[in-house]
């Protein structure tokens, strides 16, 4: 029987519009067949989160990633019933590239690609290489779920909260830019030992109350949570590209000492910074 994704309550984004909203490492395997499991693959936190918000409120299980390597990596080793693209995705890649290069194993997958900078010609090349719908933004939820409707099979309710937008991709509100103010700042100033959440709050000018909550809404965790995960991402990098020690890297990466980096590594990664350089070295 096949194994399943199922996302953990304290999934979690390790950096803005690089890596996936629900990193691999937070879910866990399980028996079962789902009867409708989803990837949303978009770049931008906000979205992703949203989509993803709509999506399991509609009864889908929903993998969320922000890359074409991540989302190839997935449809590589899981089956997925569709798979929702937007179509620019960073790093010169593309929905459309993603459908071309779908692995066997998905093939069959029901691909839909959303966009705002949607074109007649982008629009019959998607359709050309297969892809079931090709949606502009902005759109409504109901005209979204519609497009993947063939996979879900019976009726369905429209299921949404008050606090999500009416139509996706309609622009970034001002809660989306407090959020991306205080993300640009944690990149730019995550080596700073002492760096607080009043400090980041500041940068986004906003409380540090208001921005936990902007945060809970629209990346699902909490300002800290994503600091340390842009400071974890870095010592990773740092303990596969560089020969300075445990400490140093976690001097470089904003901790004190190697105790704090060792939490907060293990919470992410699963195993301590030594054992993580030395798996990788095995490699």
């Known amino acids: 029987m096949e194994q399943t994704l199922v996302a953990k309550a304290s999934s979690s984004y390790p950096s803005w519009g690089e890596s996936s909203l629900f990193d691999p490492s937070a879910f866990s395997l399980c028996m079962g067949v789902p009867t ?19 999506l399991k409120k509609n009864a889908w299980e929903v993998v969320g990633v922000a890359s074409g390597e991540e989302a190839l990596d997935l449809l590589a080793t899981h089956d997925f019933n569709a ?37 007649e010609g982008r629009c019959r090349e998607a359709f050309l290489r297969g892809a079931a719908d090709f949606l502009d933004k902005p759109i409504h939820h109901a005209r979204l779920l519609a497009a993947l409707e063939p996979t879900r099979g019976g009726d369905f309710k429209t299921q949404v909260d008050d606090d999500d ?5 309609s622009g970034p ?13 944690m990149e730019l100033r995550y080596s700073e030992l002492d760096l607080t959440s009043t400090a980041i709050a500041n940068e986004a000018d906003v409380s540090a109350e208001y921005l936990c909550r902007l ?40 901790y004190h000492t190697t105790a704090e980096l060792d939490l907060h590594f293990a919470r992410r990664c699963g195993c301590s910074p030594s054992e993580f350089r030395r798996r990788q070295g095995n490699r």
Do not use: W
Request: charged share 25%; net charge positive.
């Open 173 to 185: 509100s001002q809660g989306v830019r407090h959020v991306t103010a205080a993300i640009r700042a």
């Open 215 to 254: 945060f809970k809404l629209h990346v699902g965790h909490t300002p800290l949570r994503h600091l340390h995960n842009i400071r974890i991402d870095e010592a990773s990098r740092l303990l596969l590209s560089s020969a300075l020690g445990v400490y140093e890297v976690a001097r470089n990466c904003g």
């Open 36 to 54: 409708r499991r989803i990837l949303v693959v978009e770049d931008e936190p906000p979205v992703l989160g949203l989509l993803v918000r709509i």
């Open 165 to 169: 937008t009416d139509r996706i991709g």
């Open 83 to 119: 798979v929702l693209s937007d179509l620019e995705l960073g790093l010169g890649r593309t929905g459309l590239d993603l459908l071309a290069d779908m692995p066997q194993r998905n093939k069959n997958a029901r691909f839909v690609i959303l966009t705002g900078k949607g074109t």
